[in-house]
């Protein structure tokens, strides 16, 4: 056992250490051993080899060229590398039929080729979704208030405090997610390629302008427009986030950055109009912060993240996500859009109505809207989770089909 690479995720890296010493040394890592990837020099059945598919005369172009082959989940467009023999004289190759792909059969949960749920993400990964898309929200929602010239520089400061404290406990939680936190540093190496990294360079310069404001007596207005567009950064980062993740369907749709970022601005809108309603914020003589401003701001944000929901839904996504998917996303559906869509338009509408009460109606539906935010982002990330699973385009053929085994006589 060993317990320090536990919650440690490691990829296969085609020993790219060994290739790139072939490389320099102008060996041959299709025939040499010393630098032959592991699994290729210790398959004792010889059934991995490993060469060129640029060179027509390797040992791997010439088997693709004389054999069947086939690659794995070649519908995902990422020209996997490995190709697969898929023909013997015992066990021909077939095409999937009807069967093969009928709903039953992908809902089946002990069907091989049907991808289980990823556990790799858990609630404390889903928590800086929950609260860091609520914290950059609230900051970005404030700096376009601000910028308009809704709100003043005193309340666009008291609310990017808030949302910083919020976006470093969703980081938190990841911290306690990883399984060698003393090497999280490392997380920063990577801006060129990691969605993951960016987000941590754009908390790192919202949270600097923060704090910058803090200790500066005079205000500078620029510290406050860089800090509102590191945090949009930030959401846009945590969006792409879910999309870069090809392995699972329910995430790498096209909507999904799209109701990341409208969710977490209709959470930050939220959670305003819950601070205001208590008085936890001073609103002054903001107009941003008064009622019937942010009612409409609420009731519009409300009904585009509902569009946005049921195109996720009922459009071409569906058809993406594996079933076992869509019914997590079914049963999200009506407590979200009743409670986490619906509801707060309906209060807010109300509030707009009545001024005497507008106070507690707005405070509940900001509520209820971060409360929808929450609730969805968990159950797409801990419950839609699906891993794409296997796709073959060809599947083994068991038996002609023609003859029967003999019965067993007692």
Not at 187 to 216: D, H, K, N
Request: with cysteine.
């Amino acid at each position: 056992r060993h317990p320090e690479r536990e919650g440690v995720a490691q990829k296969c890296t085609f020993c790219v250490d060994k290739v790139d010493e072939a490389t320099a040394s102008e060996r041959d890592p299709a025939i040499d051993f010393e630098v032959m990837p592991a699994c290729a020099a210790s398959c004792i059945s010889n059934a991995i080899y490993f060469g060129d598919f640029n060179n027509p005369a390797s040992n791997v172009s010439t088997l693709v060229r004389d054999q069947p082959t086939m690659r794995l989940n070649e519908d995902l467009g990422t020209d996997p590398q490995i190709k697969y023999l898929y023909s013997t004289p015992t066990v021909p190759g077939r095409d999937p039929d009807a069967d093969d792909l009928d709903e039953k059969h992908q809902s089946d949960p002990t069907n091989p080729l049907v991808g289980k749920r990823q556990t790799f993400w858990d609630w404390r990964a889903a928590m800086n979704w929950c609260l860091g898309g609520l914290g950059s929200g609230l900051a970005a929602s404030a700096w376009v208030a601000y910028v308009i010239g809704q709100i003043s520089m005193q309340e666009i400061h008291q609310l990017q405090l808030i949302a910083g404290v919020m976006m470093l406990a969703g980081l938190f939680f990841v911290w306690l997610k990883i399984g060698r936190r003393w090497r999280a540093w490392r997380a920063l190496w990577r801006p060129q390629t990691s969605w993951m990294t960016r987000e941590l360079y754009a908390v790192g310069v919202f949270l600097v302008s923060v704090l910058a404001t803090t200790q500066i007596s005079q205000p500078v207005v620029g510290l406050y427009h860089l800090a509102g567009f590191a945090a949009a950064c930030f959401l846009l980062c945590q969006a792409r986030i879910l999309y870069s993740a090809k392995g699972i369907p329910a995430w790498r749709t096209l909507r999904v950055p799209w109701l990341i970022v409208a969710s977490g601005l209709l959470e930050g809108v939220g959670l305003t109009l819950l601070l205001a309603s208590t008085n936890m914020i001073s609103s002054g003589s903001s107009v941003y912060l008064d009622p019937s401003r942010l009612a409409g701001v609420m009731v519009a944000l409300a009904l585009l993240n509902m569009l946005l929901w049921l195109g996720y839904r009922y459009g071409a996504d569906r058809a993406a996500r594996p079933p076992l998917a869509n019914r997590i996303v079914d049963n999200m559906s009506w407590p979200l859009l009743m409670v986490g869509h619906l509801a707060p338009v309906l209060l807010a509408l109300a509030a707009w109505l009545d001024g005497a009460s507008s106070a507690a109606l707005l405070g509940t539906a900001g509520f209820l809207a971060m409360a929808g935010g929450m609730f969805w982002k968990c159950g797409l990330i801990l419950k839609a989770s699906y891993q794409h699973g296997f796709s073959l385009s060809r599947l083994p053929q068991r038996g002609s089909g023609t003859r029967a085994a003999p019965s067993l006589v007692a």
